[in-house]
T-cell receptor, first 118, second 110 residues
Framework: GAVVSQHPSRVICKSGTSVKIECRSL??????MFWYRQFPKKSLMLMAT?????????EQGVEKDKFLINHASLTLSTLTVTSAHPEDSSFYIC??????????????FGPGTRLTVL | GQQLNQSPQSMFIQEGEDVSMNCTSS?????WLWYKQDPGEGPVLLIA?????ELTSNGRLTAQFGITRKDSFLNISASIPSDVGIYFC??????????FGTGTSLTVIP
């Protein structure tokens, strides 16, 4: 149990375009989902926390208009990188928490999405 | 937000050796978690700890929740090449905030 999927796993886009990344909890209901960004050989940097049906809470320094997060259901959250630029290239990872699998607060991570902006 | 201090930052060891890494926080935690991340993948939960002094094993991995509730340790015995990866500690404080460690990169030399 506690499987989280992400789609796409890898995306290459042109500068100025928008990219949507989906995060799904496959076998549990995720009351909370988290979006992280990770640079090579670095730790995960929390970007935002989203609770189902409410607006996401963004960490300091993260532009909410650039990184749009929608958590429309208990099994799906999306991150849209708007008007992407090369500096947005990174590894984006989501995690989910909720249900029996996260009875004590564990987060379960998706496999990540590698975004490359040309 | 707070980031947990994890050490060592990287380790290069011979296959068969034991490995130890630790994580410290500036505040009291209610939960400590240890994850492993393979290159290009998301972190995978290895061990979860829920109370001070708790010692939990998962195969060759053993982790402990420090008595002070401000630290945790992960040990890997008899390392093998597939243990290579980045290990992250994570924890949840009394305010239910979740924090990640800075990571320990492990290289196992056959």
């Amino acid at each position: 149990g506690a499987v989280v999927s992400q789609h796409p796993s890898r995306v290459i886009c042109k500068s100025g375009t928008s990219v949507k990344i989906e995060c799904r909890s496959l076998d549990f209901q995720a009351t909370t989902m988290f979006w992280y960004r990770q640079f090579p050989k670095k730790s995960l940097m929390l970007m935002a926390t989203s609770n189902e049906g409410s607006k996401a809470t963004y960490e300091q320094g993260v532009e909410k208009d650039k990184f749009l997060i929608n958590h429309a259901s208990l099994t799906l959250s999306t991150l849209t990188v708007t008007s992407a630029h090369p500096e947005d290239s990174s590894f984006y990872i989501c995690s989910a928490r909720g249900g029996r699998a996260s009875g004590r607060g564990e987060q379960f991570f998706g496999p990540g999405t590698r975004l490359t902006v040309l | 937000g707070q980031q947990l201090n994890q050490s060592p930052q990287s380790m290069f060891i011979q296959e068969g050796e034991d490995v130890s890494m630790n994580c410290t926080s500036s505040s009291i935690f209610n939960t400590w978690l240890w994850y492993k991340q393979d290159p290009g993948e998301g972190p995978v939960l290895l061990i979860a700890l829920y109370k001070a002094g708790e010692l939990t094993s998962n195969g060759r991995l053993t982790a402990q929740f420090g008595i002070t509730r401000k630290d945790s340790f992960l040990n890997i015995s008899a390392s093998i090449p597939s243990d290579v990866g980045i290990y992250f500690c994570a924890g949840r404080d009394t305010g239910n905030q979740f924090y990640f460690g800075t990571g320990t990169s492990l290289t196992v030399i056959p």
